[in-house]
């Protein structure tokens, strides 16, 4: 190839702040390609939902030839046999039963709930903020309010809620590459923790009447199949990785984005009935997931490209939710954008399950602040982004009421 065609390079000064420039550049001259980092990446919206939708691409990332490398240690370690019992990296038809539960759990009931609960979480977040005239809205705010809501949807004590904070984050940085010895202890100690903590609950609610969702995952069945012991405790340890470090930056990316367009912010102030949208239209703007991941599981042709079996194709979401062919003038932001099919949440087979709860809780999280903080801004504009090519996020959002 010619060594003057741009090519994926997350090392790019400036990447982690803004991307998006390096994925335009990608989709005009090289949208699919096999990089430097020998994985192959995908960042046109056509694409990437060809990606989602063939056959011969699966979910099981343990399958890539470079598994080991990437996670620096084995392939069958704690960690790694958590994550082979999540739904997210299972394929069918073992992941056929399993979506099925899930989904009479995560229900129109569940959903009809939330809000409520939700109003609460976030109430109860805004008091000392309120006092205070601001707060951090990321560790203060968004990152709390997904992990108390699940906490509130497993019935578990009150008191217990603020630790798994810390939990369910250690865990989350051990889905990064490359993984530091500090990193992978301490991810190591959450799930040991979660697994103690787990264990028992698990084992109560077998037999239990209540309507939480523990106790539904525990005795649902579907084709004729149950969640063993410990497909059940990692399907817990799963509903904060797949619920937490998305719809925190999900809020906290979502914040930023307004403060920045402060005509789109005052047009919704102006009208709170947009809030739905909005929110559809701030995860496609500058969403938390910017890649998913998929192995192949057979030499084939994809996208005129030869993929050989073992090798990673990166769907790169946050490309292709700027792409100019599905998104008409994609960098501006629109909040009254007639927007359908953004990626935030994946496509087909593995879309996520909880999607409604996430928008659930961006949509009131970021309404009750702006009506709390009529005069909401940036306390500094030295802003730091996470060092992920992979999940976008803030480490901190600094606001003043």
């Known amino acids: 190839m010619d060594e003057q065609v741009i090519q994926y390079n997350p ?3 400036g990447f982690f702040a803004d991307p998006y420039p390096h994925y335009a550049q990608l989709r005009s001259q090289n949208p699919v390609h096999l990089t430097r980092f020998d994985f192959w990446i995908v960042t046109r919206y056509r694409d990437v939902v060809a990606g989602y939708e063939h056959p011969l691409l699966s979910r099981n990332t343990r399958l890539w030839e470079h598994f080991e490398v990437w996670r620096r240690g084995p392939a069958d370690g704690p960690l790694e046999r958590m994550m082979a019992n999540w739904l997210v990296m299972i394929d069918p038809p073992r992941h056929t039963p399993l979506r099925r539960i899930h989904e009479q759990v995560f229900n129109a009931g569940l959903f009809g709930a939330a809000p ?4 609460i979480i976030v109430d109860e977040l805004l008091k000392p903020a309120r006092d205070a005239g601001g707060f951090d809205a990321v560790a203060d705010f968004a990152d709390r309010i997904p992990v108390y ?9 009150r008191a217990d809620w603020e630790q798994f904070v810390a939990w369910s984050r250690a865990i989350a940085l051990t889905s990064e590459a490359q993984l530091t010895t500090k990193v992978l202890s301490a991810g190591l100690d959450a799930l040991d923790a979660l697994r103690g903590y787990f264990g028992p609950l698990v084992a109560k609610r077998r037999d239990g009447d209540g309507d939480d969702v523990l106790t539904g995952l525990a005795v649902t069945e579907a084709d004729g199949q149950r969640l063993s012991t410990d497909e059940l405790v990692d399907s817990l340890i799963f509903l904060y990785q797949a619920g937490h470090p998305t719809t925190s930056q999900l809020i906290a990316l979502g914040l ?5 367009n402060p005509g789109e912010l005052a047009r919704l102030r102006d009208n709170p009935g947009l809030l739905p949208g909005a929110v559809e239209e701030l995860h496609r703007f500058d969403g938390p997931v910017q890649m998913n991941d998929r192995v192949a599981v057979a030499d084939f042709e994809f996208l005129g490209r030869g993929i050989r079996k073992g090798q990673l194709v990166r769907l790169c979401l946050g490309s292709a939710n700027r792409d100019e062919e599905r998104f008409p003038d994609p960098g501006r932001l629109d909040l009254c954008r007639e927007l359908g099919g953004q990626l935030g949440y994946g496509h087909g087979l593995h879309a996520c399950v909880g999607d409604a709860l996430g928008r659930i809780q961006a949509r009131i999280a970021i309404g009750e602040l702006l009506s709390s903080a009529p005069a ?6 030295k802003l730091r982004y996470l060092p992920s090519p992979s999940n976008r996020g803030l480490t901190a959002l600094p606001v003043e009421f």
């Open 11 to 13: 090392l790019t000064p």
């Open 116 to 119: 409520q609960a939700v109003r």
């Open 149 to 157: 809501l699940i906490n509130h949807m497993l019935d578990l004590p």
């Open 256 to 260: 930023h984005s307004l403060l920045r």
């Open 376 to 381: 909401l801004r940036v306390a500094t504009e």
